[in-house]
């Protein structure tokens, strides 16, 4: 009697840590710091001096500016 009580506890304790109990979740390291990409950056306009991401930034003769008109006012 005892032995049968013996069996099926340890049937129900494989079933249990097997299916039903949850194996722990690996945490992950906190995020590091994102790093800074060059579109990030900013650039100064070479021709008003304002300060412009670089992907919006226009690059005309190594220079940057921050809008067509700016180009422009350097060209004449």
Do not use: H, W
Not at 7 to 30: E, Q, R, T, W
Not at 42 to 64: F, M, P, T
Request: net charge positive; proline share 4%; glycine share 2%.
């Amino acid at each position: 009697m005892i032995l049968k009580f013996l069996l099926v506890l340890a049937v129900i304790g494989i079933v249990y840590f097997m299916f039903i109990k949850k194996k722990p979740s690996i945490k992950k390291s906190s995020p590091k710091k994102k790093r800074e990409t060059p579109a990030d950056e900013l650039v100064k306009c070479e021709s008003c001096e304002v300060y412009s991401q670089l992907n919006d930034a226009i690059l005309s003769n190594a220079k940057y500016y921050c809008s067509d008109e700016c180009v422009k006012k350097s060209v004449s």
